[in-house]
């Protein structure tokens, strides 16, 4: 569903992301992890088609992400780590300006509006003003833009940052409910995220790739933390060792 190819962005002298590869299968909950500044959002950002690559190739469902942009993010559902909401608009407002903005056809937008108010749980809320609802229902409301349009691909950035371990525990829920039918990508630090929820993991450093495989395989034998500091622990440049499995 998802392949990356030779994937390399800089900044001018500055190299964020070098020559990543790694895939994303249908159906698959897929871990992105990486310590800060490893280059995580960047490589969200290329994928889901709001910033240009230097090199290389991204395609989703066989669409070229930069040649067939719009046919991508047709596939895409995106949750930055900050959630584009606008605080003076209720819950449902806002979730109809998304479907409009999103293609969807005003025939649709009603059932698709109930759709994701059912599935993130955001039903008593529907006429809240945003900016009045706490951080977890802010990202839930982030989830259900995502999915108005009912993509097939979701790329949530560090959907759990900032939150209290009840609204954590829910949220890692509704992602795993949500990664049955769908392909997530699921970029964030935070390793008990991983493991309790994802079936493939690839670990970025430096902007290089430095592990991809399935979760059972890394952690046979192991924790997860062990294969993540192992992996952040090799020196720059080492990235052709990378541990590779099952993709």
């Not at 649709?108 to 059912?118: D, G, H, S, Y």
């Not at 829920?173 to 935070?190: C, F, P």
């Not at 622990?233 to 993709?247: K, L, N, P, Q, Y």
Request: hydrophobic fraction near 40%; proline fraction near 4%; charge should be neutral.
């Amino acid at each position: 569903m998802i392949e990356v190819a030779n994937l390399s962005k800089r900044y001018g002298d500055l190299p964020a992301v070098r020559d990543a590869s790694f895939t994303a299968a249908d159906g698959q909950i897929l871990g992105f992890l990486g310590p800060n500044g490893a280059g995580k959002t960047t490589t969200m950002r290329i994928i889901t088609g709001f910033m240009p690559a230097t090199s290389g190739t991204v395609r989703v469902d066989g669409f070229d992400v930069f040649e067939q942009s719009t046919e991508v993010r047709r596939r895409i559902g995106y949750l930055p780590e900050n959630p584009p909401l606008y605080n003076d608009m209720s819950t449902g407002s806002y979730l109809r300006f998304v479907a409009r903005l999103k293609g969807l056809a005003r025939a649709e937008i009603a059932a698709a509006l109930e759709r994701v108010l059912e599935t993130c749980g955001l039903t008593g809320v529907r006429d809240r003003l945003l900016g009045h609802l706490s951080k977890g229902f802010r990202q839930r409301v982030g989830l259900a833009q995502a999915l108005i349009h009912d993509p097939p691909v979701l790329v949530l950035d560090e959907p759990t940052i900032g939150l209290d371990p009840r609204q954590i525990i829910e949220i890692r829920g509704l992602i795993k409910t949500l990664g049955a039918k769908r392909t997530v990508v699921l970029s964030t630090h935070i390793l008990p995220e991983v493991s309790q929820v994802c079936d493939k993991v690839v670990i970025i450093n430096d902007g290089r790739i430095v592990v991809e495989d399935q979760l059972a395989n890394l952690t046979r034998g192991r924790t997860l933390e062990e294969v993540f500091i192992e992996a952040i622990s090799r020196e720059a440049g080492d990235g052709h060792g990378a541990v590779e499995g099952d993709a």
